[in-house]
């Protein structure tokens, strides 16, 4: 069993200098947060060799999300969002070509089973450049991948953990409808280099109940991909679909 470990580097301190140079704090002290899931739909490849997702039966699931996000009116310093992303499948599959995940390799035709768990946890630092009906955020994002790939069929075993960290450029736009509750925006984190490609992003529209925590429903659309070609791991997969989220702000 191997261990895929840092698989990025990108100088952090500079881009968050870039940003404070031209960054605004809130005005008030704020605590944003949210909770919900997401239709995946997975398409792509996986291993090497590689095959399909397809192949592997990897359908739609269910993929949970949470977070929480703490805003201040402190200048210079940088606001603070950490989210953790639920990203796994379980699934059989018969494939077409042979496949591998580590160093086992499966012969075509065989029936496997494969269980991919891609979860993260992201620490996001993002400062305020607009804060009134048009709101603006850019930063940078640490991702932490904690999971594996494992394959198994008959007496054939396969597994790889996912132990990596991996910096992103972060920004959010969202447009406010004053005096309606309702706002549309979009937000996301990417990086790419040397051949792997990373992005996250979303569509969304959000509703805002007039109460005294205003409490919300969020619904949008998502779209991950996660195409790493590094220390011979191959995965190109990308998950899309439409999520809906229960938030609140204090």
Same mark, same amino acid.
């Given at each position: 069993?191997?261990?895929?470990?840092?698989?990025?580097?990108?100088?952090?301190?500079?881009?968050?200098?870039?940003?404070?140079?031209?960054? &605004?704090?809130? &005005?008030? =002290?704020?605590?944003?947060?949210?909770?919900?899931?997401? $239709?995946?739909?997975? @398409?792509g490849?996986?291993? %090497?060799? $590689?095959?399909?997702? *397809?192949d592997?039966?990897?359908? *739609?699931?269910? +993929?949970?999300?949470?977070?929480? !996000?703490?805003?201040?009116?402190?200048?210079?310093?940088?606001?603070?969002?950490?989210? $953790?992303?639920?990203?796994? @499948?379980? $699934?059989?599959?018969?494939?077409?070509?042979?496949?591998?995940?580590? %160093? #086992? #390799?499966?012969?075509?035709?065989? +029936? #496997?089973?494969? %269980?991919?768990?891609?979860?993260?946890?992201?620490? &996001?630092?993002?400062?305020?450049?607009?804060? +009134?009906?048009?709101?603006?955020?850019?930063?940078?994002?640490?991702?932490?991948?904690?999971?594996?790939?494992?394959?198994?069929?008959?007496?054939?075993?396969?597994?790889? %953990?996912? *132990?990596?960290t991996?910096?992103?450029?972060?920004?959010?736009?969202? =447009?406010?409808?004053?005096?309606?509750?309702? @706002?549309?925006?979009?937000?996301?984190?990417?990086?790419?280099? *040397?051949? +792997?490609?990373?992005?996250?992003?979303?569509?969304?529209?959000s509703? /805002?109940?007039?109460?005294?925590?205003?409490?919300?429903?969020e619904v949008?659309?998502?779209? /991950?991909?996660?195409?790493?070609?590094?220390?011979?791991v191959? &995965?190109?997969?990308?998950?899309?679909?439409?999520? !809906?989220?229960?938030?609140?702000?204090?």
């Amino acid at each position: 069993m191997r261990h895929i470990h840092q698989i990025g580097k990108i100088s952090i301190a500079t881009l968050a200098l870039a940003c404070c140079q031209y960054a &605004t704090a809130d &005005t008030v =002290f704020g605590i944003y947060a949210g909770a919900g899931s997401w $239709q995946s739909e997975y @398409s792509g490849a996986a291993g %090497d060799p $590689q095959v399909s997702t *397809d192949d592997l039966g990897m359908k *739609d699931d269910n +993929n949970n999300f949470y977070y929480i !996000a703490i805003e201040h009116p402190v200048p210079f310093l940088p606001n603070l969002k950490v989210q $953790q992303n639920n990203i796994t @499948s379980n $699934q059989t599959g018969t494939i077409k070509n042979s496949f591998s995940i580590d %160093d #086992v #390799v499966f012969p075509a035709g065989t +029936n #496997v089973k494969t %269980d991919f768990d891609l979860s993260s946890t992201d620490a &996001t630092l993002y400062y305020e450049f607009l804060d +009134n009906w048009v709101n603006l955020d850019l930063g940078v994002t640490l991702r932490k991948y904690s999971g594996y790939l494992k394959a198994e069929a008959l007496t054939l075993r396969d597994e790889i %953990d996912v *132990d990596a960290t991996v910096p992103l450029i972060y920004g959010k736009v969202q =447009f406010d409808l004053p005096l309606t509750g309702f @706002s549309a925006g979009v937000e996301g984190n990417f990086i790419s280099y *040397d051949g +792997n490609n990373l992005h996250d992003y979303n569509a969304k529209i959000s509703y /805002m109940f007039d109460s005294a925590l205003d409490l919300g429903l969020e619904v949008g659309y998502r779209t /991950m991909k996660i195409d790493i070609n590094e220390d011979d791991v191959a &995965t190109n997969l990308e998950l899309k679909g439409p999520y !809906a989220a229960a938030v609140f702000h204090f």
